[in-house]
């Protein structure tokens, strides 16, 4: 059993950064962030190999946003920058035992999600 703990959303002006992370207790597996906003379906949004050699971006957030991931700490971090009203969303983090996808059928186990707001 794997679980999930996202922790670093809040509220950022638009230009403004934030870094949000998710603590895992077990095995170390493939992650993913995942996000969805009002009135939306969640999408995927960034993707990183157990190993940590292999990241994959959605094209929206590509040159703004990077995840990487601290194995000795069992924890995966997303750095958002250029942050835009559009990113506005619950930020779920979630993970596969087999390769990153951008399929969110292919997760196993996801974090509560935490909140980020940027404003105008």
């Known amino acids: 059993q794997v679980q999930l703990v996202e922790s670093g959303g809040g509220l950022v002006r638009a230009g403004g950064s934030l870094r949000l992370s998710c603590a895992a207790s077990?095995?170390?597996?493939?992650m993913g962030w995942f996000r969805q906003g009002p009135g939306k379906e969640r999408e995927f949004v960034a993707g990183?190999?157990?190993?940590?050699?292999?990241?994959y971006y959605a094209d929206s957030v590509k040159g703004r946003f990077t995840i990487s991931r601290d194995n000795a700490k069992n924890t995966v971090y997303l750095q958002m920058n250029s942050l835009a009203p559009e990113d506005t969303a619950v930020y779920y983090c979630?993970?596969?035992?087999?390769?990153?996808?951008?399929?969110?059928?292919?997760?196993?186990?996801w974090g509560q999600g935490t909140q980020v707001t940027v404003s105008s």
């Open positions: 979630a993970a596969t035992p087999g390769t990153v996808a951008a399929e969110r059928s292919r997760y196993d186990y």
């Open positions: 990183i190999s157990w190993s940590g050699g292999r990241t």
């Open positions: 077990g095995r170390t597996f493939s």
